[in-house]
């Protein structure tokens, strides 16, 4: 309850009344991101990361490789919202949006970023089910006679 009161306070108007904010989507999962100087906390949901994301090493440094890449990953707090999808989605959502709201700090970020590939949406999503087979390729058991 005290990580609410603390993000209510650190964003008066809330996420949407920001500057430096980048939205993240990969798969399903949407990630607003906001960013503030500060000391390098990560706040998902109004819980710590490491907490929201099950302590996961990996989805953790999917979460801070754009402040990394810039080397500022104890000069801004991050807040995120984000909603959809499954955690490992959110975690790389997250990434697109922070680097995506990096780009609003300055210009000059652009080309470091992109060389790491951190401005690009993948685009991969769910193939969907065809009718006749039991998923999107899978076919049912051939029976010859």
């Known amino acids: 309850m005290e990580l609410k009161k603390y993000v209510k306070?650190?964003?008066p108007g809330g996420f949407a009344a920001q500057k430096i904010i980048g939205?993240?989507?990969r798969k399903c999962a949407i990630a607003r991101v906001v960013l503030q100087e500060g000391t390098g906390k990560v706040i998902i949901n109004y819980r710590d990361a490491k907490e929201y994301l099950q302590g996961n090493?990996?989805?953790?440094?999917y979460v801070k490789v754009p402040l990394v890449t810039l080397g500022y990953e104890?000069?801004?707090d991050?807040?995120?919202k984000a909603h959809g999808g499954g955690l490992s989605g959110q975690a790389q959502a997250i990434t697109l949006g922070v680097a995506r709201a990096l780009l609003k700090v300055s210009a000059d970020h652009?080309?470091?970023?992109?060389k790491e590939g951190?401005?690009?949406?993948?685009?991969?999503v769910v193939e969907r089910k065809k009718v006749g087979l039991k998923k999107a390729r899978k076919a049912p058991?051939?029976?010859?006679?």
Do not use: E, I, M
């Open 9 to 11: 306070s650190r964003l």
């Open 23 to 25: 939205t993240g989507r």
């Open 57 to 61: 090493p990996l989805w953790l440094q």
């Open 74 to 76: 104890n000069s801004y």
């Open 78 to 80: 991050v807040f995120v």
């Open 110 to 114: 652009r080309s470091p970023l992109k």
């Open 118 to 124: 951190l401005l690009t949406r993948d685009a991969r």
């Open 141 to 145: 058991q051939f029976s010859k006679r």
